[in-house]
């Protein structure tokens, strides 16, 4: 590798990260490497392309950015290549020589990125015999890998994200015409994500391909129409919408705690984010800079608007523990913001304190909190269903302890040890599952 060390192996590296940082002429030198030859990258061209503008526009939003951003193809340059690294301002080195791009052809890093997604989507359909539509789509997700992982072979993982990402691209347009733009709020590791025709909002085929081979059915890309059905439907009703305390668009949506005051308890409090339901969708509220100054208006609506929200409540009876089970609507768990209904919940389970728990969406588990020893069963149970995080639902395993309809604390079980779970049979598999 002639002066630079290599940093990661394989063949591409990581689409994540910069392999090398250095320092020339007082500023930083971002080097991104390949090992492939010029025609090993010509055999897989549309991958070539998008994995070279993902690793050439990724760190321009790293905190290196204002340096050098360097591309040294080991094993010759590509003219394809060459393209993208002129159109996206990097330098280029191929076969430990510097190369001039000063006269190479260029283009948008999103027309580029455009044709390589159809391209790419074109040969995954033909290889599949598969069509450009919803229907093809869904059989395209089922001949996906989903045990490959990024750990264990990064470069078929990401292969596998970019193609279901493509076909997921080529099915919308087939439908509702577009074009893939760039990533302008960085949303997508391969920073590109689809506009419909005559839209003005973008979908993430990338992120949600991304989901998908993590969490399986319930990250769809096919629920990226029902999206597109939500376009001219009537706007719904304010929400709140807990999310994970890490969520990664806490930053960017109007939210806050569910509880601010118990922050400092240090225990894992999820986030409230706030926006309108639609039929098969919900709609964030995102940070315009006025938004987030009517949190408390945002909040008394939204947590008004619960009341109409249905659920289903079911009383579980194990052997050494009894607890309710509120389900059967996507914001079930969110009735834990709901005092009229936790005080119903009050006089159903015949306790004045209650112990709460919302393991995951659509989920929210009530118990008497009149009964200490029926505790750690009870957070046992909490932060199973936490921990298994079946279709990247989860939301919390902190249990809280609620009064008059309120939560006023969170519940300890006096150790720092998590309980054990008791073994799972009868309703308590299906909690799991």
Known sequence: MGRYARIIDGVYSSLRKIDIVAEHEGKPLLVQTDHRSADEV?????ISVL?????????????????????????????????????????????????????????????????????LAEKALAREGLTADEAGLAAFEATCDR????????????????????????????VHGGRWVQDAKHWADIPFVFQAQGDTATMNPVGKAVKFLRHGAAESPCQLFRAMEDRGAPQGPLLP????????????????????????A?????????????????????RDGTREKGMASLREQATANLAA???E?????????????????????????????????????????LVASIP?????????????????????????????????RHISPTVFLISDGQIVGVASAGSNEPPEPPPKKGFFARLFN
């Open 42 to 46: 010509g055999s897989e061209i549309e």
């Open 51 to 119: 994995f070279a503008l993902a690793r050439t526009l990724g760190p321009k939003q790293s905190e290196h950015g204002h340096g050098t951003l360097r591309y040294v193809a080991m094993g010759g340059l590509h003219p394809k290549l060459a393209t993208v690294l002129a159109s996206v301002g990097a330098e280029c080195e191929a076969e430990g020589v510097m190369v001039d791009l000063s006269d190479v052809a260029r283009a948008s890093p999103a027309d580029l990125a455009d044709g390589a997604f159809r391209d």
């Open 147 to 174: 045990s490959v992982t990024e750990e264990d072979d990064e470069i078929a993982y990401w292969t596998c994200v970019a193609e279901l990402a493509a076909v997921t691209g080529e099915a919308l347009r087939a």
């Open 241 to 264: 919408n807990l999310k994970p305390s890490r969520w990664d668009l806490r930053d960017q949506v109007v939210c806050e705690p569910l509880r601010e005051d118990l922050l400092k």
């Open 266 to 286: 240090d225990v894992d409090i999820p986030i409230v984010a706030y926006g309108n339901d639609f039929p098969h969708t919900f709609a964030m509220l995102f």
């Open 309 to 311: 929200v249905d659920v």
């Open 313 to 353: 409540v079911e009383p579980i009876e194990l052997s050494q523990l009894s607890f309710w089970a509120v389900q059967g609507s996507f914001f079930a768990a969110e009735k834990i913001l709901d005092a009229p209904f936790l005080r119903t919940m009050h006089t159903l389970i015949r306790a004045s304190l």
């Open 360 to 392: 995951e969406k659509g989920k929210l588990l009530l118990a008497s909190g009149l009964q200490p020893a029926a505790l750690p069963g009870f957070m046992a149970i909490t932060r199973g269903i936490f921990e298994k995080n079946e279709g990247g």
